[in-house]
T-cell receptor
Framework: DGGITQSPKYLFRKEGQNVTLSCEQNLNHDAMYWYRQDPGQGLRLIYYSQIVNDFQKGDIAEGYSVSREKKESFPLTVTSAQKNPTAFYLC???????????????FGDGTRLSIL | AQSVTQLDSHVSVSEGTPVLLRCNYSSSYSPSLFWYVQHPNKGLQLLLKYTSAATLVKGINGFEAEFKKSETSFHLTKPSAHMSDAAEYFCVVSDQGNTGKLIFGQGTTLQVKP
């Protein structure tokens, strides 16, 4: 079955450490997104990518970095500059934008990041 | 700018009774609107979408929503709640332009009592 795979499901970070969250999709979608979810809040966009080798900052990009070297992969690195990284991170993908902006996004099951 | 407001942070219903989750939106153009559901420690699942076709949209699991432009609302309803409907529900509006970006409401927690 096609879908989005996020790994690991749970991740712990030590102070001063960078960690990378994996997101892989086999839906052949052009666009991919990273969101952060905090308790009682909606999703906030960190980064998004509409095509390979290109990505844009979302609303809360500080302390995060991404790469998009392959269509199916969009890893997120939480750097030591992110002072409050404890959250639930969700990756999503959607078909090509640019033709219409109304494509729904498909989500992975998330990675929960905690600080040791 | 586009925005979405979910009018209730928490809704509690008894099993077998109707569900109403309220959502108002603000948009400077004709938007696309979505409802997603999220079960604990899971990703979001699309329930239904409105993309300027029929104003009454039917989704999965018996849910439906009505787009009312005059009221700028997109409320989610279900005639009879099931225990498995207990979850977090998000009303979402598409951002302006062709970025594919979505704007999420704060979410409504639906509790279903036996």
């Amino acid at each position: 079955d096609g879908g989005i795979t996020q790994s690991p499901k749970y991740l712990f970070r030590k102070e001063g450490q960078n960690v990378t969250l994996s997101c892989e999709q086999n839906l052949n979608h052009d666009a991919m997104y990273w969101y952060r979810q905090d308790p009682g809040q909606g999703l906030r966009l960190i980064y998004y990518s509409q095509i390979v080798n290109d990505f844009q900052k979302g609303d809360i990009a500080e302390g995060y970095s991404v790469s998009r070297e392959k269509k199916e992969s969009f890893p997120l690195t939480v750097t030591s500059a992110q002072k409050n990284p404890t959250a639930f991170y969700l990756c999503a993908s959607s078909p090509q934008t640019g033709v219409t902006g109304n494509q729904p996004q498909h989500f992975g099951d998330g990675t929960r990041l905690s600080i040791l | 700018a586009q925005s979405v407001t979910q009018l209730d942070s928490h809704v509690s219903v008894s099993e077998g009774t109707p569900v109403l989750l309220r959502c108002n939106y603000s948009s400077s153009y004709s938007p696309s609107l979505f409802w997603y559901v999220q079960h604990p420690n899971k990703g979001l699942q699309l329930l239904l979408k409105y993309t300027s076709a029929a104003t009454l949209v039917k989704g999965i699991n018996g849910f439906e929503a009505e787009f009312k432009k005059s009221e700028t609302s997109f409320h989610l309803t279900k005639p009879s709640a099931h225990m498995s409907d207990a979850a977090e529900y998000f009303c979402v509006v598409s951002d302006q332009g062709n970025t594919g970006k979505l704007i999420f409401g704060q979410g409504t927690t639906l509790q279903v009592k036996p």
